[in-house]
């Protein structure tokens, strides 16, 4: 059964440093998404992006983050200046659609860690 | 706005008993309602969903979830749980002309051998 993959699962980085996390969507599907989960808290949608644009994006999307499909394949979220606040695990997810009732599948989400 | 509330934080069960996951909601239109679980280090694995239709929707694992418009509620059932269901659910809600999942704060559940 294709899978959504994130890559790396783990990411450790100084406060400042810029990180890009990368995910591989499911072939077939046209529409990402980025979300985060804050230890302990809920899931929170960030972005997403369909036909090489941004379609939506919460408040929490701010200047500091960027979202870009660099290949055919590959989706990727980037943080410029990272912040203590932004430690958190970050899901990728695609859908086929963009229809209410499309189902997203995420990946196994990437922990990112900022000291 | 859409929400989804996931009133218990856990729930503890006995192997081989029912188990049930509870979720409201609070949309306006149509609701599109999904079931997500969350092993230990892993992403979110999608169970089920409800768009339209029958009441009772069946999923993976085992897992169905009723569907109820008077109640507003979308609870998450297995007739007999197994110690490998342990792990956290979520509810979520498609956002009525977004593309955004709304989630609950999730429950973790726990089935005791």
Partial sequence: EPEVTQTPSHQVTQMGQEVILRCVPISNHLYFYWYRQILGQKVEFLVSFYNNEISEKSEIFDDQFSVERPDGSNFTLKIRSTKLEDSAMYFCASSRTDGQGDTQYFGPGTRLTVL | ?113
């Fill in chain 2, 1 to 113: 706005a859409q929400s989804v509330a996931q009133p218990e934080d856990q729930v503890n069960v006995a192997e081989g008993n029912p188990l049930t996951v509870k979720c409201t909601y609070s949309v306006s239109g149509n609701p599109y309602l999904f079931w997500y679980v969350q092993y230990p280090n892993r992403g979110l694995q999608f169970l089920l969903k409800y768009i339209t239709g029958d009441n009772l929707v069946k999923g993976s694992y085992g897992f169905e979830a009723e569907f109820n418009k008077s109640q507003t509620s979308f609870h998450l059932k297995k007739p007999s749980a197994l110690v490998s269901d342990s792990a956290l659910y979520f509810c979520a809600v498609r956002d009525s002309g977004t593309y955004k999942y709304i989630f609950g704060t999730g429950t973790r559940l726990k089935v005791l051998a």
